[in-house]
């Protein structure tokens, strides 16, 4: 009998801290980064985060890893979706609060992780500037912590999807439609003008940290299995 492939996806949080000494795993480019940042300490545990959880996969040391970046939308190789060199079998992608970091690994097709902190959705325009208009139905009976809740994670999907394609929110989050806050994640409709994927298959995250809502996508019609590295 032949069994469904599924595509297992490493993913792996840390709690953002300021030592020092994580600076040491960073390349020049990256201190540089850090040093313009009014507070440095989520970017450095974030791209310290991203190359210890890349160096014990790929059993390389951390500090010697690099990347490159490539925008779709300009052609730049200064700015968007960073890919691991040396390793092109590889995705990767990272996303971090002022409290968290998250990483998401995996072998074979493009990733997009998306994490936010529940309290980024408190805003009074969400709805216009995050959904389509048929979205919004999926918030009815939502209240307080619990609409937030939604919200971030249905915020996230999105997010973790223009992240896979590389778009970031170059493209209008109201254009890509994903179901709602109670249903299983998946891509409904795309209504961008730039190129729809070919497949995505969507997964929501359990963290640890409880205030937090993360997703997973992957450009891929497998379904994913998220598997938490401790
Ligand atoms: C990608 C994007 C949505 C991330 O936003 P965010 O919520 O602030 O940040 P997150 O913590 O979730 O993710 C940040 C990480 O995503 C990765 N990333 C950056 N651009 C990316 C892209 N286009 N696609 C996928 N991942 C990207 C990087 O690892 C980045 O970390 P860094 O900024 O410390 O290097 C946002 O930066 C964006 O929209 N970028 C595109 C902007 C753009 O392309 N403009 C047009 C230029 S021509």
């Known amino acids: 009998m032949m069994r469904a492939m599924v595509l297992r996806v490493s993913l792996a949080e ?4 300021d030592d020092p000494a994580l600076r040491d795993l960073l390349d020049d480019a990256e ?14 545990t974030a791209h310290a985060h991203v190359r210890r959880v890349l160096g014990d996969l790929l059993g390389v040391d951390p ?12 052609g730049s190789t200064q700015h968007g979706k960073p890919t ?12 971090y ?3 968290l970091a998250v990483v998401a690994v995996a072998q074979g097709p493009e990733l997009g992780v998306d994490v936010e902190h529940v ?16 979205e919004a139905d999926g918030f009815a009976g939502h209240e307080g912590q619990a609409l937030l809740a939604a919200r971030a994670q249905v915020w996230a999907r999105k997010e973790a999807i223009l992240k896979a394609t590389g778009h970031g929110l170059v493209v209008d989050p109201t254009e890509v439609v994903v179901t709602g806050p109670d249903e299983d994640p998946a891509l409904v409709d ?14 929501d995250v359990v963290l640890r940290c409880p205030d937090h809502r993360a997703s997973v996508a992957a ?9 938490t590295l401790r």
């Open 14 to 17: 840390t709690e953002v801290v």
């Open 31 to 44: 201190r540089a980064r850090a040093d313009r940042k009014r507070a440095p300490s989520p970017f450095v």
């Open 63 to 74: 500090a010697s890893l690099a990347f490159d970046r490539h925008c779709p939308t300009c």
């Open 84 to 95: 691991i060199v040396g390793h092109p079998q590889w995705s990767y992608s990272l996303s």
């Open 97 to 99: 609060t002022d409290a």
């Open 119 to 134: 309290t980024e959705a408190d805003f009074g325009g969400f709805a216009q500037v995050t959904l389509a208009p048929e």
């Open 190 to 203: 795309w209504r961008a003008r730039e190129e729809r994927p070919t497949a995505v298959t969507l997964a």
């Open 219 to 227: 450009l891929t019609g497998e379904p994913v299995e998220v598997v």
